[in-house]
């Protein structure tokens, strides 16, 4: 009999944290803006071309298996980027001469959306100045919660900005 009150007992509570968890991120915006930023080992011109060249990231992103490039024109690239079963596709712009950059993410069927805005900019000759601002939407409450509370908004910028100035460690950053 015990056994049986504390399973229904645990089971009420994993329901009453689910419920409060669910209606805190009923309370919050779907909308968030962040942002990050990070110094870079390497000239503008070098890291413009890592930002730009998408299907090179499995080679400097730890959690990218892989990158399927649809579509490319002079200025934007489409492509796919895929995470263990998840794939999210991406509309990458660029603006102001390889200095400026917008990643939209254009795949319909996720809890969340959004875009990037990345700024390169120069200090001194071998370094540059990376910031991306993250104007996303969270459509789940539970996500929007957990997005807030757990994981943050800018855990992925973060890793992104981390496996890019680790990507240029060891490198002639001359070139």
Known sequence: MKWWMLTGGLIGV???TGLAV???GRSLP???????????????DM????????????????????????????????????VGRD?????LVEQEGGRRFESRIVSTDLPFGGRWLIALDPIGEQ????????EGVVHSPMFRA???????HTATMEAYLNDLARSFEGTD???
């Open 14 to 16: 994993l329901l009453l």
């Open 87 to 91: 794939a999210i596709t991406f509309e």
């Open 30 to 44: 779907a909308e968030h803006i962040a942002e990050g930023g990070r110094e870079i080992g390497a000239t503008v």
């Open 146 to 152: 957990l997005g807030r509370y757990v994981f943050g």
């Open 22 to 24: 669910y209606l805190v």
């Open 173 to 175: 950053h001359g070139a």
């Open 127 to 134: 370094r540059t100045r990376v910031s991306i601002r993250e």
């Open 47 to 82: 890291v413009a071309q890592r930002v730009w060249g998408v299907e090179t990231q499995p080679q400097w992103r730890r959690r990218i298996a892989r990158v399927e490039v649809s579509e490319r024109e002079p200025g934007r690239v489409r492509y796919t980027e895929y």
